[in-house]
């Protein structure tokens, strides 16, 4: 939207400027104070708005930094033409330049007015959908490689995210692409706002037709009107010459006749590796980018708010979905007279990337960065949730989760890694800490919660279901949840009230024959996820299998209050970093791969990649216990592994871990219609 709003204005002003000369602001003959300027209406994005508005019923804008520009951004020069006498010369600028590409959708985005108006159009729209991404998380840089004729995952704005989708790679060096870039139009994006025709008529003219705000960077939500161009035209990155050459010379041979094992030439081929984006050491470019991106994102967000405040056609929205949301954005939801905008609002999801750096303009051309914990995001969510979001009576359903790290994340230094606790309480340390009380997170009218990409402490997971299940909680759905080690050591095994043979009966007592199977009667590790399952289960519980052998007799069990059914997906252990904490109940993570090429690759890159102390990230153990396993799948009917055909299963080999879906288990408990179920269950 924003690039064609962005194009027809351009082309309004550069008109009024032939017709008339320099102006200082708009005609008052063109100025409606309520919709501002009265040429802004007749522009072709309007007339899209206009025409297509009334028939769409999902809607959704997209605003991401794509990692392949952010590797190349556009050049800026330090120095600002002048008139003299004598001629036009260069002097130094006095103050900050920008991104001539950041700085326009900076300006569009502050007209708030034209979005609202824009907005107005959408009177059948049921669903809305934002996904944002400022490159301040995590990024992948060269640890995630693409073909040149792969453009990458492209991120999704509605439907599930599950955990993360893995944003566009770059071009990897390393990997023998040498930064070759596809020429397709259709494939290709430039590096600047649009790529320029060989005819020389369309020098400066944007030929790039925009879907959402990510278009204007290039990103995967960009669409190419390939009419526009000639398929032999050489449609390349404005460096494309310039990485052909670096490639082409690393290839000759020198006319000394040596082969270019000379210092000159080794010093051209380690320039010719070095990835394009180090994630760890962003060049002043990158910074600048990222910092103007950050700037128009905050002015582009906080008109997509003013406009859904201020438009009546978004009282019939059903359906939220933040796809993805950097933390740093948080506080633009945080405020009450937005979620009064959507009054009919039944089904919101939120999907957050942590900060993983700040960046500030210091002075007049100072760009700094610095590290930040991303574990700060969880008090930012849980703030947004217990403040605005928990207060909401028409909302029943309810998904949040982390958009960065886990097991669906791609690459070596991030797949089953940087993993969050879900934002339950104002710290994460909370969790861990089960000696003093904390503010849990209340959602009194919530009916469906779903938790994504995200750990728990098990006394946490078992006294925040039995809390919200004493309002209005019926399903629980845990996607890719892990449990942590039990919090309070030395507890050992859970001693509870589970009837076992030796105890009370012996086998002639029971009403079977022969012995029981050997599972039956297993007592639980205490924090385990039988020992959570067993306090939790809605339906079918061990204590029940028990007296049911034993007798056919009723068993009766403590209400849980409205919980119908408990849904599992991938879920397991992880271990935090904390050194103090001995968390071998749940096994250690995965060790180094053993693959040759994995360790060499992983040296290769590690001083490239993002680095943190943040002991509260936590990392998956890709595995559980033989007998674990057996009580899960006989008794909850939780079985572990993954979809044969997901394509994940074999992508975690790659990055150098197990096949994708060992130790993570998965099913649904429901509950039961009647007491003698466990009796059929032993026939």
């Known amino acids: 939207m924003y690039g064609l709003v962005l194009q027809s204005e351009k082309t309004r002003l550069s008109k009024r400027k032939e017709k008339?000369?320099?102006?200082?602001?708009?005609?008052?003959?063109?100025?409606?104070?309520?919709?501002?300027?009265?040429?802004?209406?007749?522009?072709?994005?309007?007339?899209?708005?206009?025409?297509?508005?009334?028939?769409?019923?999902?809607?959704?804008?997209?605003?991401?930094?794509?990692?392949?520009?952010?590797?190349?951004?556009?050049?800026?020069?330090d120095r600002a033409m002048h008139e003299a006498f004598w001629g036009r010369y260069a002097w130094p600028s006095d103050g900050y330049q920008r991104f001539e590409q950041c700085a326009g959708l900076e300006t569009t985005a502050d007209e708030t007015r034209s979005m609202i108006l824009a907005f107005s159009n959408l009177?059948?729209?049921?669903?809305?959908?934002?996904?944002?991404?400022?490159?301040?998380?995590?990024?992948?840089?060269?640890?995630?490689?693409?073909?040149?004729?792969?453009?990458?995952?492209?991120?999704?704005?509605?439907g599930r995210v599950h955990g993360v989708e893995a944003r566009r790679g770059i071009s990897d060096p390393l990997s023998g692409d040498k930064g070759k870039r596809t020429l397709n139009p259709l494939e290709s994006y430039s590096s600047t706002i649009a790529p320029k025709r060989r005819d020389a008529k369309s020098t400066g003219s944007n030929a790039v037709r925009f879907i959402a705000p990510i278009g204007f960077f290039g990103g995967a939500n960009a669409r190419f009107d390939s009419s526009q161009y000639d398929q032999n035209s050489s449609l390349i990155h404005e460096n494309q010459d310039d990485v052909v050459r670096r490639d082409s010379d690393s290839d000759l041979t020198s006319s000394s006749g040596f082969t270019g094992d000379n210092e000159a030439s080794r010093k051209n081929k380690d320039a010719a590796m070095e990835p394009a984006l180090k994630p760890s050491s962003l060049s002043d470019a990158q910074s600048e980018w990222l910092l103007e991106t950050e700037w128009a994102q905050r002015a582009f967000l906080s008109s997509y708010i003013l406009a859904i405040m201020d438009n009546h056609v978004f009282h019939s929205i059903h359906s939220l979905n933040i796809a993805r949301l950097p933390s740093r954005h948080l506080p633009h939801l945080h405020r009450h007279d937005f979620w009064a905008g959507l009054p009919a609002l039944s089904s919101l999801t939120l999907y957050v990337i942590p900060d993983w750096r700040d960046i500030i303009r210091k002075g007049s051309n100072l760009v700094m960065t610095s590290p930040i914990e991303p574990s700060h995001a969880i008090g930012k969510v849980h703030g947004l949730l217990s403040d605005c979001i928990s207060q909401l009576r028409t909302v029943k359903q309810l998904t949040i989760g982390w958009a960065s790290g886990g097991e669906r994340a791609a690459g070596?230094?991030?797949?089953?890694?940087?993993?969050?606790?879900?934002?339950?309480?104002?710290?994460?340390?909370?969790?861990?800490?089960?000696?003093?009380?904390?503010?849990?997170?209340?959602?009194?009218?919530?009916?469906?919660?779903?938790?994504?990409?995200?750990?728990?402490?098990?006394?946490?997971?078992?006294?925040?279901?039995?809390?919200?299940?004493?309002?209005?909680?019926?399903?629980?759905?845990?996607?890719?949840?892990?449990?942590?080690?039990?919090?309070?050591?030395?507890?050992?095994?859970?001693?509870?009230?589970?009837?076992?043979p030796s105890q009370n009966h012996s086998f002639n007592d029971l009403h079977h024959a022969q012995a029981p199977p050997g599972w039956l009667f297993e007592l639980p590790r205490r924090g385990s996820w039988v020992d959570c399952l067993e306090q939790l289960s809605p339906g079918i519980t061990l204590a029940q299998l028990q007296h049911a052998w034993i007798s056919y007799e009723e068993f009766s069990r403590p209400s849980l209050g409205t919980l119908e059914a408990i849904e599992l997906e991938s879920c397991g252990y992880l271990r935090l970093y904390i050194k103090s904490w001995h968390q071998f109940d749940v096994g250690r993570a995965d060790p180094a791969p053993a693959a040759s090429s994995v360790r060499t690759r992983m040296n290769e890159l590690r001083s490239s990649m993002m680095q943190t102390r943040d002991p509260l990230l936590g990392t998956i153990v890709q595995r559980i216990p033989w007998r674990e396993r057996e009580v899960l799948q006989e008794a909850f009917n939780v079985v572990e592994g993954w979809d044969v055909n997901d394509p994940d299963r074999e992508a975690a080999l790659s990055d150098g871990g197990l096949l994708g879906g060992l130790g993570r288990v998965s099913g649904s408990i429901r509950k039961t219609a009647s007491s003698s179920d466990p009796i059929t269950k032993f026939g």
């Open 412 to 500: 070596l230094f991030a797949r089953n890694k940087h993993i969050l606790a879900a934002p339950v309480a104002p710290e994460a340390y909370d969790l861990l800490d089960i000696s003093k009380p904390f503010p849990l997170l209340e959602l009194p009218f919530v009916e469906d919660f779903t938790l994504s990409n995200c750990w728990l402490s098990p006394p946490t997971l078992v006294e925040l279901t039995k809390r919200l299940s004493s309002r209005s909680l019926r399903t629980l759905r845990l996607h890719s949840v892990s449990l942590t080690s039990q919090p309070t050591p030395g507890l050992g095994p859970l001693q509870s009230a589970h009837v076992h």
């Open 20 to 77: 008339s000369g320099p102006s200082t602001g708009v005609d008052k003959k063109d100025y409606n104070p309520v919709v501002g300027p009265k040429l802004l209406q007749e522009d072709y994005g309007m007339e899209i708005f206009r025409g297509f508005g009334p028939h769409i019923i999902r809607f959704g804008m997209s605003f991401e930094v794509d990692e392949e520009t952010l590797a190349h951004p556009p050049e800026k020069g």
């Open 123 to 158: 009177v059948g729209v049921q669903e809305l959908a934002i996904s944002m991404d400022n490159g301040l998380g995590w990024l992948n840089g060269p640890d995630v490689r693409t073909s040149p004729n792969q453009g990458g995952t492209k991120p999704k704005v509605f």
